[in-house]
DNA sequence: ATCCCGAGGG
DNA sequence: CCCTCTGGAT
């Protein structure tokens, strides 16, 4: 298990490579944010970014997303994948914040996952990026990276996951850490073909010197 | 554990 | 073709 001393060596070298790293996600509300977070499950934010415009456009407030058509919002997001799923999600969460939350994003974690299609690591991106409270959500870059590294063990939840990284990364680092990891995960710890030869990390990590042997053996 | 689910990359 | 994408609900 990597050690908490070489997490943060890891994370500073992944800090140098992404030294403003932030969400990709474009919005210009609160509630926009949190409508985009939501459709980015298991989605790329590239098509996120492709589908919100019209979304928002013709729905840009609650009030609006809580009276729409279902119909019509499934066709708007169907690009996204998941679409009958998250359209049903991003209106009941509407009308939920209209009903429930005064028709503001709720400012706590607890709260927001009362909302539909909400889960932990939705809230935790939300509370982080909206209120700054501190918390590390734990998507699938996070996880793959975490996991090869040797931050956690292999089986660890997602929930572990999480607890690995905050014990190890000091908690005003948290947020930021959560940034870098997804870039570092997206652009080069990718999940099918990581660019362990071009790593800067790779003395630090298991999994990346386990892949670079096998290449070496592939070749002999 | 399984379903949802289109787009893009390899 | 197969795998992956800032997961969540059942």
Redo the contacts with the bound molecule.
């Keep these: 298990m990597l050690s908490g001393k070489k997490t943060v060596e890891a994370l500073d070298r992944m800090e140098v490579m992404y030294p403003d790293a932030?969400?990709?996600?474009d919005y210009e509300t609160p509630f926009q944010y949190l409508i985009a977070?939501?459709l980015?499950?298991?989605?790329?934010?590239?098509?996120?970014n492709?589908a919100t415009p019209v979304l928002f456009k013709a729905y840009p407030t609650a009030e609006k997303l809580a009276a729409a058509p279902l119909e019509s919002v499934?066709e708007k997001i169907?690009?996204?994948?998941?679409?009958?799923?998250?359209?049903k999600?991003i209106i009941k969460a509407s009308q939920m914040l209209i009903d429930d939350f005064e028709g503001e994003v709720p400012k706590t974690i607890k709260e927001m996952?009362k909302?539909?299609?909400?889960?932990?690591?939705?809230?935790?991106?939300v509370a982080g990026?909206l209120f700054g409270v501190p918390a590390i959500?734990v998507?699938?870059?996070?996880?793959?990276v975490s996991k090869r590294l040797r931050i956690c063990k292999q089986s660890a939840t997602?929930t572990e996951v999480e607890a690995a990284l905050m014990k190890k990364i000091p908690k005003e680092r948290w947020i930021q850490a959560?940034?870098t990891m997804?870039l570092f995960?997206?652009y080069h710890c990718?999940?099918?073909?990581p660019k362990c030869p071009d790593c800067p990390l790779l003395d630090l990590c298991a999994e990346g010197q386990q892949i670079m042997k096998k290449k070496i053996d592939l070749t002999k």
């Design positions: 932030r969400g990709e996600l977070v939501i980015s499950a298991q989605a790329t934010d590239v098509s996120v492709k499934m169907k690009t996204i994948g998941l679409y009958r799923t998250k359209a999600n996952m909302l539909p299609g909400v889960g932990q690591k939705t809230a935790n991106v990026d959500a998507d699938t870059h996070l996880d793959r997602v959560h940034h997804i995960g997206r990718t999940a099918r073909k």
